[in-house]
């Protein structure tokens, strides 16, 4: 029972981990968060920047993988067109050291 329970900790805790692998979807009811592209990096709730394997997007610091389908996706999003729609503003970075997070009270969103 101790072994059981010890493996679903575990699993579960690891799973919780890795909150950056996305899919964007192509209706907005499809998705866990809405996210809206600003043009500027200080309008932005969280910087991005696009890692290319899954392995480096790991720990919700803003290092996104973008899965080519929907169920090896930790979290669904959905881009909208204005801002007022979006959970949470983004912006793309350049580097991957300039990734992270600007507004620490939407951090729950990518979990």
């Known amino acids: ?3 059981s329970l010890f493996l ?3 699993f579960f805790s690891l799973k919780s981990v890795e909150a950056q692998k996305v899919f964007s979807v192509q209706y907005e009811n499809q998705s866990d968060v809405k996210v809206f592209v600003v043009k500027y990096e200080n309008q932005a709730d969280l910087k991005v920047y696009k890692v290319k394997y899954d392995n480096q997007a790991q720990h919700n610091e803003g290092k996104w993988y973008f899965t080519k389908y ?3 996706a930790d979290k669904k999003i959905y881009f909208v067109k204005y801002e007022n729609q979006a959970d949470l503003k983004i912006y793309f970075v350049k580097y991957e050291s300039q990734a992270g997070w600007r507004n620490l009270s939407l951090k729950h ?3």
Do not use: A, D, E, G
């Open 70 to 72: 929907s169920n090896q």
């Open 109 to 111: 969103l990518m979990y």
């Open 8 to 10: 679903f900790i575990f």
């Open 1 to 3: 029972m101790k072994y």
